[in-house]
């Protein structure tokens, strides 16, 4: 067990419509990423949240947003959903430079 | 671009065998590494890291190598046990202070009885 809480773990949603994921990390993490896996794939980094701002992005559009809270917390939101959105979304904590980030279990999001 | 790859998408061995993964990476500005392990249905989890000023890092089982000269890392697995079975990244986090972990496709091992 990472400590590391995701939900919902499955979600079905369709083209179009816009998603929140969320991320419940371990006590004392002050930072959070997102990553997104397709299917056969290594994750891939979507951004980072630090002490409530983003503080690094990988390549994906501004439809993808985020959100850190106080209790370090966070959120995935997805505007305009596609069908290539349709992974695994995975976050990671960690508690502070240079330590190792733990990720939890993922949400499966399938996009029709 | 930045890359992480792997040489063999899966890996069969027989149970008490040794195991060696093995990553090449493309940023040589990169300083740390780290291998993870997904099993099925679950998020990546830790298995072992190590810092572009080492050559060797080993855990309970584990070895992790690291090659700067040919930007080459290996993961070895002393007596490969079924429970060893899932997916294997190498990663590389190419600034010391970024979250920006750079993942590979993964190495799929299977273990035989």
């Known amino acids: 067990e990472t400590g590391v809480t995701q939900s919902p773990t499955h979600l079905i949603k369709t083209r179009g419509q816009q998603v929140t994921l969320r991320c419940s990390s371990q006590?004392?993490?002050?930072?959070v990423s997102w990553y997104q896996q397709a299917l056969g794939q290594g994750p891939q980094f979507i951004f980072q949240?630090?002490?409530?701002?983003?503080?690094g992005r990988g390549n994906f559009p501004p439809r993808f947003s985020g959100l850190q809270f106080p209790n370090y917390s966070s959120e995935l939101n997805v505007n305009a959903l596609e069908l290539d959105d349709s992974a695994l979304y995975l976050c990671?904590?960690?508690?502070?430079?240079?330590?190792?980030?733990?990720f939890g279990p993922g949400t499966r999001l399938l996009v029709l | 671009g930045e890359s992480v790859g792997l040489h063999l998408p899966t890996l069969s061995v027989q149970e008490g065998d040794n195991s060696i993964i093995n990553c090449a990476y493309s940023?040589?500005?990169?300083?740390?590494f780290i291998w993870y392990k997904q099993e099925s249905g679950k998020g990546p989890q830790f298995i072992i890291d190590i810092r572009s000023n080492m050559d060797k890092r080993q855990g309970q089982r584990v070895t992790v190598l690291l090659n700067k000269t040919v930007k080459h890392l290996s993961l070895q697995i002393a007596a490969t046990q079924p429970g060893d079975s899932a997916v294997y990244f190498c990663?590389?986090?190419?600034?010391?202070?970024?979250?920006?972990?750079?993942f590979g496709t993964g190495t799929r091992l299977q273990v035989f009885p």
């Open positions: 940023n040589s500005a990169s300083d740390y």
């Open positions: 990663a590389e986090i190419p600034r010391y202070n970024t979250d920006k972990l750079i």
């Open positions: 990671a904590s960690r508690p502070g430079t240079g330590e190792t980030q733990y």
């Open positions: 949240y630090y002490r409530e701002e983003e503080n």
């Open positions: 006590s004392g993490h002050n930072t």
